[in-house]
């Protein structure tokens, strides 16, 4: 079964670092893109970048350049999102997508990632 | 930075259709911006719908179509179930960059 599996749900205090991860399962992983989303409570669904683990090229969407790290090991099958020092708006669920480039489909979705930041 | 918008609310009875729509800011949206649709029921994940403007995935019900209408990209539901209350997103590729929709919440009533 093809999946990305996503990590627990994190706690954290304004200035932290945190990574989390998304580990695809099921399928070559380095065939296919991930790509990260955000979602802020209640509202909708932000793109925030995309790697492709087989050689790390990585996009940011510009809101997000500079705010947070996407990084892949290719030999774990694990894409990571990071930020070196968290902010209380950072908090929101955070979901990994996979992609594929020939088609521009994006298909299998994580099941999120919780980040609460306290100030 | 491309800003892409979609209906805030639609509502549709059962056993009727509907079509979402998806805009860009830059002009008219065409099958180059890779159009992929999205559905989000509360407390879950998204799931993927339709990519490439017009294409199912494999568990993608056969009452969701895709299609590029006036300009703008569509997801048009027909025979709609209560099961198919839910927020809809578009993300199209413009720019050099993906983008989200800010979603459609589809009532079903």
């Known amino acids: 079964e093809v999946q990305l599996v996503q990590s627990g749900a994190e706690v954290k205090k304004s200035g932290e670092f945190l990574k989390i991860s998304c580990k695809g399962s099921g399928y070559s992983f380095t065939s296919y893109w991930i790509g990260w989303v955000r979602q802020m409570p209640g509202k909708g669904l932000e793109w925030m970048g995309i790697?492709?683990?087989?050689?790390?090229?990585?996009r940011y969407s510009p809101s997000f350049q500079g705010q947070v790290t996407i990084s892949a090991d290719k030999s774990i099958s694990i894409a990571y999102l990071q930020w070196s020092s968290l902010k209380a708006s950072d908090t929101a669920m955070y979901y990994c997508v996979r992609g594929e480039g020939a088609t521009n489909a994006f298909d299998i979705w994580g099941r999120g990632t919780m980040v609460t930041v306290s100030s | 930075q491309t800003v892409v918008t979609q209906e805030p609310s639609l509502t549709v009875s059962p056993g009727g259709t509907v079509t979402l729509t998806c805009a860009s800011s830059?002009?008219?949206?065409?099958?180059?911006?890779?159009p992929n649709w999205f559905q989000q029921k509360p407390g879950q994940a998204p799931r993927a719908l339709i990519y490439?403007?017009?294409n199912k995935h494999s568990w993608t019900p056969a009452r969701f179509s895709g299609s590029l209408l006036g300009g703008k990209a569509a997801l048009t539901l027909s025979g709609v179930q209560p099961e198919d209350e839910a927020e809809y997103y578009c993300l199209l590729f413009s720019g050099g960059a993906w983008v989200f929709g800010g979603g459609t919440k589809l009532t079903v009533l």
């Open positions: 790697i492709h683990p087989a050689d790390s090229d990585t």
């Open positions: 490439g403007t017009i």
């Open positions: 830059t002009g008219a949206v065409t099958s180059g911006d890779y």
